[in-house]
């Protein structure tokens, strides 16, 4: 089992800047990678960014790249999302996981853009 622990998430004004942790436990050098999704009410989760354990190679979906920065600190079994530029659209419940995707979701962390 992996135990995840999302924060950071805030209110913030458009343009704006957050920074997001995941802390994670458990088996989760197992997975390939970590990875960030969100979910928007009434919008099924989707994948945002995603760093691998062994060398730090990084994905983002189309609608973050440029503006969000995913990393990991492999020694304190935490990964960090930075977002900068944040657009209304980016408000949602950020969750970070395993990939390949564990059974088990944190709480996520409530991320607000107001416009």
């Known amino acids: 089992q992996v135990q995840l622990a999302e924060s950071g998430g805030g209110l913030v004004q458009a343009g704006g800047s957050l920074r997001l942790s995941c802390a994670a436990s458990?088996?989760?050098?197992?997975?390939?990678?970590m990875g960030w999704f969100r979910q928007a009410p009434g919008k099924e989760r989707e994948f945002v960014a995603a760093?691998?354990?062994?060398?730090?190679?990084?994905y983002y979906a189309d609608s973050v790249k440029g503006r969000f920065t995913i990393s990991r600190d492999n020694a304190k079994n935490t990964v960090y999302l930075q977002m900068n530029s944040l657009r209304p659209d980016d408000t949602a419940v950020y969750y970070c996981?395993?990939?390949?995707?564990?059974?088990?979701w944190g709480q996520g962390t409530q991320v607000t853009v107001s416009s």
């Open positions: 996981n395993t990939i390949p995707i564990s059974g088990s």
């Open positions: 458990g088996h989760i050098f197992s997975s390939i990678a």
């Open positions: 760093v691998s354990w062994s060398d730090g190679t990084t």
